[in-house]
């Protein structure tokens, strides 16, 4: 029987919690990775850390509020303690409402400029110090279409998501001499809680459904299929790809 994929690698999800995060960290166990899923619901990660162990590798949960450079690093730390190493980082966490740009607060700018981009500044720095002195690594940041193109109330978000794809590209070109890899995967819609959240608001939920009419597979993604590409990137089938922005958006983007 062959080994799998990333058997004997260590991964870190952050927002592993749930949705896509939580598809990306069973994909990975599925490859044979052990993998640590750092989020803040201490109940979500601890199902998610339960669940992984079940693929026959070790499963982690962290909890972490990924928004300060202190619970980044202590987190990251925590979690590369506790595998021993950490060779594979996926920046996941994420989030945003669909709102008008007029009607939004400066509270509400932070949180998801703190959540989107900050945190996968931090988390980034930290795990790129133990990868750059121990040959090598991956880092996987989950970006959205939004930020390659924009979209009407998430202004802010999309800004967010569009640093993330600039930091994939400029980590890219600087990590490479160290043996670190650094791709990003941009989903389209996905069905995630977050999309359910906003369906809620009539309101934003018109907004979604027009966006889904121009989407030419005319549905959202499911998670599972945004793990896929993760796990491509986290593989050696990527292995000479490195500062790629990959659209999983059932061709709503073609960029």
């Not at 202004?155 to 043996?179: D, F, H, N, Q, W």
Request: net charge positive.
């Amino acid at each position: 029987m062959p080994s799998k994929p990333l058997g004997g690698r260590r991964a870190v999800v952050t927002g592993g919690g749930r949705g896509i995060g939580r598809a990306i960290a069973h994909r990975l166990a599925l490859l044979g990775a052990d993998v640590a899923v750092l989020a803040r619901t201490r109940a979500e990660i601890d199902r998610v850390a339960g669940e992984i162990g079940s693929h026959g590798v070790r499963g982690v949960a962290i909890p972490a509020d990924l928004r300060t450079y202190a619970a980044c690093r202590t987190g990251i730390d925590a979690a590369r303690g506790t595998l021993g190493g950490i060779e594979i980082l996926v920046n996941n966490a994420g989030w945003t409402l669909t709102t008008p740009f007029l009607e939004e607060t400066e509270e509400y700018w932070r949180r998801v400029i703190d959540t989107n981009l900050w945190g996968v500044i931090y988390c980034s720095r930290v795990a790129l110090e133990w990868m750059a002195e121990h040959g090598g690594g991956v880092i996987v940041n989950v970006a959205s279409d939004a930020g390659r193109v924009g979209t009407g109330g998430e202004a802010v978000y999309s800004a967010a998501k569009g640093g993330v794809i600039a930091l994939t590209r400029s980590l890219a070109r600087e990590a490479a001499s160290r043996g670190v890899r650094v791709n990003c995967v941009s989903p389209g819609p996905t069905e995630t809680e977050v999309l359910a959240e906003n369906r809620a608001d009539p309101a934003r939920a018109a907004r979604i459904e027009r966006m889904i009419r121009l989407i030419p597979m005319r549905r959202v993604a499911q998670p599972e299929e945004i793990a896929e590409a993760v796990a491509f990137f986290c593989s050696d089938a990527s292995r000479y790809v490195t500062g790629q922005v990959l659209s999983v958006s059932g061709g709503l983007t073609m960029v």
